[in-house]
């Protein structure tokens, strides 16, 4: 066997491509954000970014550019609608959080438990948002049906979701300390971490994985 047949079959040539499909999978999402504004962007960018992700992790010969796109085309209609609504609580929570902050001088208890909840419940809800994202993509339901079962799964895997905060917490610290990270790792990087801590449920609940796995084939037929 030649050096390069044995490179080509080699565990660091897996990771090596694995790497290089996640940073081009960021720049897709990137991109989806962008034209979409953020608003619009953000849920398609999570929802195709997870699934797509999830693939090159499970079976490393997946094409990213044309998986991701076929998910963006085929899902956007039933991502957009539901994400807004989390975006929307993201909001609310984003601003009962800095009305507390600034009610911290002088000191109050009040404010500071006030800020203590606003900062769980929206670290809470990012990762309600991930699920929703996901659901959504399997299930035609309505979206209250969505929103209730992402913070079902959220709190009823709630030791992985307080992992998750802690470990995001971590890297969102890393990406700040060093900007050029969040430009090729940032949000692949997130799914990442979410697809490493969070996915167990859908591996663990037989039905939730059947699900999953039929929707994947559906999109990509």
Known sequence: MSFFERYVNSKFYMYTDIF??????????????IIGFFIFGLPLAISSGAITLSMVLKKTSTEVTNTYFTLLKKTYIKVIIKGLIYQLILMVLGFNAVFFYTGLEPFSYYYFIGFLISIWLLAFTMIAFYHGMILSLIYRVHWFSILKHSYILTFGFGLRSMFMMMIGLVYVLIVIWIPIISLLLGLSGTLLLATW??????????N???????CIETYLQ
């Open 197 to 206: 801590i969070l996915d167990k449920p859908y591996q663990t609940i037989d």
């Open 208 to 214: 939730l994985k059947t699900d999953l796995l039929e």
């Open 20 to 33: 290089f499909k996640i940073l081009l999978l960021n720049f897709y999402m990137i991109l989806t954000i």
